[in-house]
T-cell receptor
Framework: SAVISQKPSRDICQRGTSLTIQCQVD?????MFWYRQQPGQSLTLIAT?????????ESGFVIDKFPISRPNLTFSTLTVSNMSPEDSSIYLC???????????FGQGTRLTVV | GNSVTQMEGPVTLSEEAFLTINCTYT??????LFWYVQYPGEGLQLLLK?????DKGSNKGFEATYRKETTSFHLEKGSVQVSDSAVYFC???????????FGKGTRLSVIA
């Protein structure tokens, strides 16, 4: 199994500012995934982060708004830029175990933009 | 592409009632299937999983059987409790290094 440490666990931010969320995994993984869960909604994939290359963004998400870093095989950051109240969500990082039989999640970052 | 369809909520049941939450999937490969639960104000927790056809995942009295012929993974519990009130997500994981695909979630409320 993989243990993911995600921080911060929650934050309240002013509109127009940026927040960087960090995820540290206790083992080396090829891919890390970033999800958003808006209030009352399911999880939506933001992007896939592969070490050594640009992240791949899903439709509706752009690098300028959600820049991602993946400097090594155990760490990734997601920045939510120029925040507005619509960005208030839970953000989660995830990795997968071998043989696609399990996925592991960080504890989530509960973001409130005021 | 891959997708998961689960029954719309909210579902409201009396305590000790039987629960079924339907989940069907579409996948290009041979996926693993999951049910996650999210209790009010908490993070996502893995409830149970099944990785091949006819496998039954079970946990906390909940069960789901991987039915390849009907592409389904319905969640069941024989007698729900108030503490089971939560949002339940069905999800699939296809080939390696692809993300989990989630259903929209079903909110369950159990009343005493």
């Amino acid at each position: 199994s993989a243990v993911i440490s995600q921080k911060p666990s929650r934050d309240i931010c002013q509109r127009g500012t940026s927040l960087t969320i960090q995820c540290q995994v206790d083992s080396q993984v090829t891919m890390m995934f970033w999800y958003r869960q808006q209030p009352g909604q399911s999880l939506t994939l933001i992007a896939t982060a592969n070490q050594g290359s640009e992240a791949t963004y899903e439709s509706g998400f752009v690098i300028d708004k959600f820049p991602i870093s993946r400097p090594n095989l155990t760490f990734s950051t997601l920045t939510v830029s120029n925040m507005s109240p619509e960005d208030s969500s839970i953000y989660l990082c995830s990795v997968e175990g071998p043989l696609n039989t399990e996925a592991f999640f960080g504890q989530g970052t509960r973001l409130t933009v005021v | 592409g891959n997708s998961v369809t689960q029954m719309e909520g909210p579902v409201t049941l009396s305590e000790e009632a039987f629960l079924t939450i339907n989940c069907t999937y579409t996948a290009t490969g041979y996926p693993s299937l999951f049910w996650y639960v999210q209790y009010p104000g908490e993070g996502l927790q893995l409830l149970l999983k099944a990785t091949k056809a006819d496998d039954k995942g079970s946990n906390k009295g909940f069960e789901a059987t991987y039915r390849k012929e009907t592409t389904s993974f319905h969640l069941e519990k024989g007698s729900v409790q108030v503490s089971d009130s939560a949002v339940y997500f069905c999800a699939l994981l296809d080939s390696g290094n692809t993300p989990l695909v989630f259903g929209k979630g079903t909110r369950l409320s159990v009343i005493a």
